[in-house]
């Protein structure tokens, strides 16, 4: 059995990411600061504890593993965007330089294939209007996207025959998981608060985990050094809550639909190449209802 090691395996992202290597047959260890919660699995996963520090020996984490998946990220809470707060250079520090040490380390030790969780974040910037894809020039205006971007091509860099690295750039996810991002947004509806219309691109949280999985199993010809766009549709807060006012039954007044158009397009053509198939806007109607009707 195939052991892959998650890092961040237990945040937003990082849990639809082992659950979907566990059911797929693969064995997972997570790496993170704290281990899981009881019952935050289904199946009980092996942890080892991992620092975010560029000082730090942690090769031993790579013990029986064969692939690595590096989702783990510090930022202050609910921020990704500004999430430096007011320390710019320890966010670099344990964002890039961490990382770095990280997949040198996964080279040292043998492991085959390395998958880093990058962002939409690195496209901040691009002037051009025309959708956004892989081979855009990017200058990112958050320290954010800067670090992301830098990691990737850390990554790139290092690949060589044995060592396939690949970067995923996600844009929001969402999901059925708790706790959920959409969780307070749906219960303040419910109480009659003014939500205010936002749009945003999305992508649930189980189709990240099988481009993470397409990183693994692909031809590594096809996926080495390379980076992908991951991304399925653009909704607004009156789509979301759409569902929730069906699911629900309640009379609340929707927002006011947001200017969807304000929102860059992230080709997949790339991927969809490779076999990735999101669930598209029936994906989200299914979610959604689900976690209204829960």
């Known amino acids: 059995m195939t052991a892959v090691l998650v890092s961040g395996g237990t945040g937003l992202v990082g849990r639809y990411i082992v659950e979907d290597l566990v059911a797929h047959g693969y064995r997972v260890k997570i790496a993170s600061r704290y281990p899981p919660l009881a019952g935050l699995f289904a199946h009980e ?43 710019p250079a320890g966010f670099r520090r ?5 990382t770095t040490t ?17 962002s939409r974040a690195v496209y901040d910037g691009v002037q051009d209007r025309r959708p956004l894809s892989e081979g855009a020039v990017l200058a990112p205006t958050s320290l954010y996207g800067v670090i992301k971007l830098l990691a990737e091509q850390v990554l790139s860099n290092m690949t060589q025959p044995g060592f396939s690295g690949s970067s995923l750039r996600v844009t929001g996810v969402y999901g059925n998981l708790r706790p959920n991002k959409w969780d ?7 109480n009659g608060v003014h939500i205010p219309p936002r749009a945003g691109s999305e992508v649930h949280g189980r189709d990240v985990a099988a481009a993470v999985r397409l990183m693994l199993e692909t031809e590594s010809g096809k996926v080495a050094g390379e980076v992908f766009n991951v991304s399925d549709i653009v909704a607004d807060t009156r789509d979301i809550l759409e569902h929730v006012q069906y699911a629900t039954g309640s009379h609340n007044a929707l927002p006011q639909p ?37």
């Open 45 to 87: 996963i092996e942890h080892v504890p991992l620092t975010l520090d560029p000082e730090a020996d942690q090769a031993h984490i790579f013990d029986d593993v064969y692939y690595f998946v590096h989702a783990a990220f510090s930022h202050l809470p609910g921020r990704y965007r500004g999430g430096e707060g007011d320390d």
């Open 94 to 98: 344990v964002n890039l330089e961490a």
């Open 102 to 118: 990280l997949f040198e380390a996964a080279r040292t030790a043998g492991i085959s294939r390395c998958v880093f969780l990058s």
């Open 184 to 190: 307070q947004m749906i219960t303040d509806y419910l």
């Open 258 to 294: 947001a200017d969807k158009t304000s929102v860059r397009a992230m080709t997949t053509d790339k991927l969809r190449a490779l076999g990735w198939q999101p669930g598209g806007l029936a994906l989200l109607s299914e979610t959604v209802t689900k976690l209204a009707s829960s």
